[in-house]
């Protein structure tokens, strides 16, 4: 199965190659046979990628250990579903996975456009087919998963099968862990269509509407599923890791977070071109930054090149990731610089006041939260290039610099929707701002009186109140005049509102999620922490809590064996629940692990950890009280509702005209 | 067992690759002319400018924009549909079933009404012939030479 696997991806090496010239030459040559043969070859490589990748989860459920990679993230009694998870475990497997994901990402990009784009096509298959040749190169040569299991001895050398694996990593071995690569994953490999189509624009100087508006749909996606695979990497790491929290700033955390914020730049910037014709350069550049922040991101996560929690993988892709990179990033810009000419904007901003601004200002945030988040995240690899010794940036510095950026940011995210297009007056100023503005100031004076002294705390909680009142200010609007001008109901007039405006309302409903995120964030500035030791009968308190130990168990499965604390949890003095975390020693791999039990509630959390055992029948335990934590998970909820919906298209282009215009084209003729 | 596989993918592989150069009937289309590509840009830039109106048209009905303001975009982004209009009228028959373009005659209707006059777009002045922009206080168009006061 392996040899298949790997002339599998042989002949995928070979079909790149193939695809890159084939478009090429088949544009330049205005030849149909040798386009659809590069088309043909691009979904065959797609297809050979997935044989190969059928392959090593055969290979892993078999539980085949003549391969070093099944030996080294597989065990007989590992549970199907975790063997199946196995193929993204390490390195070798997650770079196929990601090869996978962009074939199929690419072959989708393909067979959409066998009838649009056709001017830019050839290319955008030029360029996707360059970036999988790269991830077939690597899979082939340096991290490959179905090399066998080699032994050297005296008399050479000689294939070993072992009697069993090394197991998964304990702490890969929970159900978000299973998700949140393939997650992160698409993610990715979904900016490679973008990125292909603002290639081939600068290829080929189209540089109009038209890649804007092809990729568009693609970027929110894109954007979509990583920010799933980056809260699902957050619940992993908050349920897992055991220290209490679900962000530490970690380099591979910070990985996946950079293409997003400027994801999220592009998506609100793209905007204008569309609207005013302006910020091409940006536009261009922005998507470009992004995928190749999603290379970076690989590069960092794979590399091993800084030390992380996530250090399942380390080996010697980094020179190969870093020399992509640079062939990328010298690429692009000498293809966006030969462009520039084309790339002027047609108009200026007339008014600082103005929603083109606001999206402008928030651009420019989010692409400095990016560059400091960046800055701190690669000091580590310069400082070890410049000094030889590696400097690591902690959470304090990302916190000091990313805390008033959010913030800043969520105060533009309220702005931004009260603004007009090219300028506001001061009597729509007047009338947008009077409101939202008037209630946040009582709002924040209403914390105050309650004892909210933190500074930073209490500026969020009142930005969080004046953006969730204007994205509700914008709701109540739009139904409000769909009511009074059509007669339709509240609710129907708010769902025809949304069903009809789904890039602006689902971008507010965004919005909304955002405020929630904002929200769990802040909640961390009231964290408590206890630690206590504790015996048969001892109780301990945080908060409004009590926990009393009432026993020791201990047991074992095929994968484990545990021993636990079960703990009665009280609040206010009444029995809430009974919670067990667990210490476990994995036979497989030999190695140690916390369980952290978790008493959720709507305000706060309650987290235990089990961290020693200091003597016989005596347990140490660390508790945690995250206050609003749930937010956290509710807003990336609604984050991801609105997003679909912004991915939806206008249900008004299936009729005739939209009411609005038409009341527009009245008063139009009456004027 | 597996050769055998092996020689089976690699001999299907080829034969799908490289068919096309032995295709017999007439193969589909995948270049298009250099009057379709534009077709395809203008109306991409029809569909944009139809949200913008659409959008504009609703922060109308909201309240979010002086009444002056929205006129005046409203009557730029107009002069814009009318141009692009001229010009797919020009590179071939419009469709006339789609909605979008159905709206866009309605619009030109109602502007066809009015004089034709430059348009003042942010700093620059857009010619209601060419849609360029040129500089305010301009007399002529700087790409077609359509007098703009």
Known sequence: ????????????????????????????????????????????????????????????????????????????????????????????????????????????????????????????????SIVTLFFILVTLFIANPFDHWVVESETGTSLFTAGDGNGLNPLLQHWAMVIHPPALFIGYSGFLVPFAFAIAALITGKLDANWTKVTRRWTIFAWIFLGIGILLGGRWAYVELGWGGYWAWDPVENASLLPWLTGTAYLHSVIIQEKRGMLKVWNISLIIVTFLLCILGTFITRSGIISSVHSFAQSSIGPAFGSFLFFLIAGSLFLIIRRLPDLKSETRPDSLLSRESGFL??????????????????????????????????????????????????????????????????????????????????????????????????????????????????????????????????????????????????????????????????????????????????????????????????????????????????????????????????????????????????????????????????????????????????????????????????????????????????????? | MTGVIIVLIAAAVFLFVFEPFFYVRKLPNRFITRKQVRKNELNVLKENLLDSIRELDLENATGMIPKEDYHKLRKAYISRLETINHELGGLGKPDRTDDIKKQIEIDIKIHRKKPKIAVEDGNSLICPKCSAGNLPGSNFCSKCGEKLS
């Not at chain 1, 030849?31 to 044989?51: F, H, K, P, Q, Y």
């Not at chain 1, 989860?57 to 003549?66: A, E, G, Q």
Request: hydrophobic share 50%; charged share 15%; proline share 3%.
């Open chain 1, 1 to 128: 199965m392996g040899d298949i696997g790997n002339f599998a991806l042989i002949i995928a090496f070979a079909l790149s190659i193939y695809t890159i010239f084939a478009s090429v030459i088949g544009a330049r040559k205005c030849r149909n046979d040798i386009i659809i043969s590069a088309e043909r070859s691009l979904v065959t490589g797609c297809v050979m990628v997935a044989v190969a990748s059928l392959s090593i989860v055969i290979l892993l459920l078999k539980s085949d250990f003549s391969y070093s990679y099944v030996t080294s993230y597989s065990n007989k009694d590992l549970p199907f579903f975790y063997k199946f998870a196995a193929f993204w475990a390490g390195q070798a497997g997650s770079l196929l996975f990601w090869l996978l994901i962009l074939s199929i990402v690419s072959s989708v990009a393909v067979l959409q456009n066998k009838e649009h784009n056709r001017e830019l096509m050839p290319y955008v298959m030029a360029a996707m």
């Open chain 1, 361 to 671: 200002f928030n651009n420019l945030i989010l692409v400095g939260a990016m560059l400091a988040t960046l800055w701190g995240t690669i000091i580590p690899i310069l400082s070890e290039w410049i000094q030889g010794t590696q400097i690591t940036v902690g959470a304090p510095y990302f916190n000091k610099v990313n805390i008033p950026i959010g913030l800043f940011l969520l105060f533009l995210t309220g702005v931004g929707p009260l603004f007009a297009w090219r300028k506001s007056s001061a009597s729509s100023l007047k009338r947008n701002f009077l409101y939202p503005f008037s209630s946040s100031v009582v709002f924040g004076f209403f914390l105050f009186v309650l004892g909210v002294r933190h500074i930073f705390a209490l500026i969020s909680f009142t930005l969080c109140f004046f953006v969730a009142f204007t994205v509700l200010q914008e709701f109540f609007k739009g139904t409000h005049a769909r009511r009074k001008n059509i007669g339709e109901s509240y609710c129907r007039a708010l769902i025809n509102l949304t069903l009809r405006n789904t890039r602006r309302y689902g971008g507010y409903i965004v919005h909304f999620g955002i405020v929630f995120l904002f929200m769990g964030f802040t909640g961390n500035a009231f964290n408590k922490e206890k630690r206590a030791e504790l015996g048969i009968g001892d109780t301990m308190e945080i908060g409004s809590y009590e926990l009393r130990l009432d026993n020791f168990n201990s047991g074992e499965n095929p994968l484990y064996e545990f021993i636990e604390l079960d703990l009665a949890v009280f609040r206010n003095g009444k029995e809430v629940s009974r919670k067990t975390p667990q210490k476990r020693y994995y036979l497989a791999s030999g190695q140690i692990t916390t369980e952290v039990a978790i008493h959720s509630s709507f305000s706060n959390d309650l987290y235990i950890v089990y961290t020693d055992v200091p003597a016989e029948n005596r347990a140490e335990i660390i508790t945690y009280l995250n206050p609003l934590i749930c937010f956290v998970w509710l807003g990336g909820g609604i984050l991801v509702i609105g997003s679909i919906i912004a991915m939806i298209p206008n249900r008004v282009k299936n009729r005739k005209i939209t009411i609005f215009e038409e009341l527009a084209v009245k008063e139009e003729i009456t004027n």
